[in-house]
Nanobody, 122 residues
Framework: QVQVVESGGGLVQAGGSLTLSCAVS????????IGWYRQVPGGQRELVAS???????TYADVVKGRFAISRDSTTSTVYLQMNNLEPSDTAVYYC????????????????WGQGTQVTVSS
């Protein structure tokens, strides 16, 4: 079965950087699209960034220029590099494997990780 494990979350000060990792097993990683989502208490899970099987990526407007998504096929790992973090970036970040992404819509699969907490202090 597909296993998705996020890691790398933690507490950082505003303006700092953090890199999240999403380790994937049991899937056709090289051909699966990956999406990073985040969710705040009482809110819905929203797409932050996605990467397709090639180099095509999408980003939410609020993180453009600050976040970067990438993948390493040798380790079946997807990364989310987050720079110039803001308190509004505080959320639980989730990785989704095998969804479908275009510039104007996203369709996540049912393969989610358990999430990793990111907290940005002022």
């Amino acid at each position: 079965q597909v296993q998705v494990v996020e890691s790398g979350g933690g507490l950082v000060q505003a303006g700092g950087s953090l890199t999240l990792s999403c380790a994937v097993s049991g899937s056709t990683f090289s051909v699966d699209a990956i999406g990073w989502y985040r969710q705040v208490p009482g809110g819905q899970r929203e797409l932050v960034a996605s990467i397709n099987t090639g180099t095509a990526t999408t980003y939410a407007d609020v993180v453009k220029g600050r976040f970067a998504i990438s993948r390493d096929s040798t380790t079946s790992t997807v990364y989310l590099q987050m720079n110039n973090l803001e308190p509004s970036d505080t959320a639980v970040y989730y990785c989704n494997v095998g969804g479908y992404y275009r510039a104007n819509f996203d369709y996540p699969s049912n393969d989610w990780g358990q999430g990793t907490q990111v907290t940005v202090s002022s």
